[in-house]
């Protein structure tokens, strides 16, 4: 599995954007980018995934790098739901080994604030 | 539509004994696949049913399997528990389990004493 690359943990003030960061140096072309989030005592949540364009949602915005070797989760106003574990990951769209699998990292812890 | 959803959400077992985890996907998921969390390694990819057919499955031992009905419901089934094994158990279903999303149950927290 192609690896990603996050900061540890960030902080953000309460309605303030965030932008989490993600390298993926060795990203294929056939590799998706997703995000999840992981909120205390919940399982995973999905945030937004794309390919090579940029992404919105109701949730969240993606940014993605031409060279696509990064990418930017971008949320436009935090609030202190945000605060969560969030995990950038790369799956295979050509399937095979990538069947039903993400391999989550360490993510990022972000905190928010009031 | 209703989301995943894990039972029992909770469990107590005794080293040694067997336990089967239940887990039904979002209605019209085919693909529902199984991870276990710890504290220490993080989340980590069990296996993967699509259609009744185990079609990935991750670095585990062969105590840890599972198996997929007609209806995609799925059950995960570990057998001799050691104490190692207590972990939050974690479904997810997806419409194809390739690069489509996945959602998450709430998981079924296990505790091996």
């Known amino acids: 599995d192609a690896k990603t690359t996050q900061p540890n943990s960030m902080e953000s003030n309460e309605e303030e954007p965030v932008h989490l960061p993600c390298n993926h140096s060795t990203i294929s072309g056939t590799d998706y980018i997703h995000w999840y989030r992981q909120l205390p005592s919940q399982g995973p949540e999905y945030v937004i995934h794309?390919?090579?364009s940029n992404v919105n949602n109701r949730m969240a915005s993606l940014a993605i790098a031409e060279d696509r070797k990064s990418s930017t989760l971008i949320l436009h106003r935090a609030t202190l739901r945000d605060a969560a574990v969030y995990y950038c990951i790369l799956r295979d769209g050509a399937g095979g080994t990538s069947y039903g699998k993400l391999t989550f990292g360490q993510g990022t812890i972000l905190t928010v604030h009031p | 539509k209703a989301g995943v959803t894990q039972t029992p959400r909770y469990l107590i077992k005794t080293r040694g004994q067997q336990v089967t985890l239940s887990c039904s996907p979002i209605s019209g998921h085919r693909s529902v696949s199984w991870y276990q969390q710890t504290p220490g390694q993080g989340l980590q990819f069990l296996f993967e049913y699509f259609s009744e057919t185990q079609r990935n499955k991750g670095n585990f031992p062969g105590r840890f399997s599972g198996r997929q009905f007609s209806n995609s419901r799925s059950e995960m089934n570990v057998s001799t528990l050691e104490l190692g094994d207590s972990a939050l158990y974690l479904c997810a279903s997806s419409y194809r389990g390739s690069s489509y999303e996945q959602y998450f149950g709430p998981g079924t927290r296990l505790t091996v004493t």
């Open positions: 794309g390919l090579t």
